[in-house]
């Protein structure tokens, strides 16, 4: 995927899966500066791996660099009380484990209550609505995608802390598309190219 803002391209979030067996590895990088007349005001650096066992979610590790800032998540599925255990910038304790993790490439987030952020291991309780099909054209190719809107089921939060996610979904590939969202200017992220 390649990341905009303001319909310029500023960074790009990268997915790479392995399948070894029953275990199913995802790795991801994402990388992207905004800068203001020169200079970077906002800039986020990550990598992270999340590992299924036939499709459950086992364990997720990240990195993240955000203004020089550390954030970071390790999960681990926990077999006796079936439960994540989760250390995190953000957050330290117990999960269900119908929580998905908060990344692009996984269309499974449209169908989840909450959501664990990729970044900070909080726990972000979401509605997701169905908006409409549409037909999207991007890097010259035209999907016919169904058009989502995700939402934090608190609207009490801060907005900073509010999910708020346009996200269109190709059906015969189940890859999500395109996300678009508004946070200190208009974001995109493009599905460039898979394989």
Known sequence: MEIFRNNELIGYNYYFFTIDKNITTIT???KFTVKLLGATIFEVEGYNEEKYNDDKLI??????????????????????NNKFVIKGSSFSGEADINNIIGNWWNHKLLQAES???PVSGSIKKQVVTFVAKEKVKLYGKSY???????????????????LNFDIWLDKSTGLIIKVKYSRMGEWEYRLKSYE
């Open 28 to 30: 991801n990088q994402i």
């Open 59 to 80: 364990s997720y590790n990240s990195k993240t660099k955000q203004n020089k800032k550390e954030k970071f998540v390790n999960l681990e599925l926990n077999k006796e």
């Open 115 to 117: 959501q664990i952020s």
């Open 144 to 162: 016919e995608a169904d058009h989502f809107k995700l939402k934090s089921k608190n609207q009490n939060l801060p907005d900073d802390k509010k």
